[in-house]
């Protein structure tokens, strides 16, 4: 994915959506979840497995001055998130058991890398209040429904 790498982009977050590797998708199913979400959004660079399974791919809101690069992982390092957010969120209020279930299955996730399209107005005003965020809490909701899973606000630390 060459978000990163242009200089048209500028990376400002990133959110999670972790769920059950038994649940992964196909790369088809993933773009025909996103397709639904409207013909604004443009898709590039999809990368599927040998089997079809959603490896990765770039999302392009022009409307929304947003690019998504979402990429699938699996493994120690997402069962060491997991476990850190149990143990988080279990000590806290709120949280609905059920959710808390729900993640303690988790052992693959989506990493939604969200970069804001980069402007130049001409007047040194490089348009950071352009940016909406509409596009990767719908892109979020997606994906954690076709999976199963939850979404996850690393900053925070709560579930979507």
């Known amino acids: 994915m060459a978000t990163f790498d242009s200089d048209a982009f500028q990376w400002r977050e990133t959110y999670f959506v972790l769920f059950r ?4 998708p196909t790369l088809a199913k993933v773009e025909a979840t996103l397709r639904k979400l409207g013909s604004h959004y443009q898709l ?6 040998e089997n079809g ?3 990765s791919l770039t999302l392009i809101s022009p ?3 947003a690019a998504l690069d979402i990429s699938f992982l699996e493994g120690e390092d997402v069962q ?3 476990a850190a957010l149990l143990d988080e969120m279990r000590s806290g209020d709120g949280v609905e058991p059920a959710k808390l279930a729900l993640l303690a299955k988790c052992d693959s996730r989506f990493d939604i890398m969200h970069f804001e399209q980069m402007t130049n107005s001409g007047d040194g005003d490089e ?3 352009m940016l909406d965020p509409s596009t990767l809490l719908i892109v ?5 429904e076709l999976t199963g899973g939850v979404g996850i606000d690393p900053q925070s630390g709560s579930l979507m």
């Open 44 to 49: 590039a660079d999809q990368q599927a497995d």
């Open 21 to 24: 590797s038994s649940q992964r």
């Open 140 to 144: 979020l909701d997606a994906l954690a």
């Open 80 to 82: 060491e998130q997991v």
């Open 53 to 55: 399974s959603f490896e």
């Open 63 to 65: 409307d929304d001055f």
């Open 127 to 129: 348009g950071d209040e």
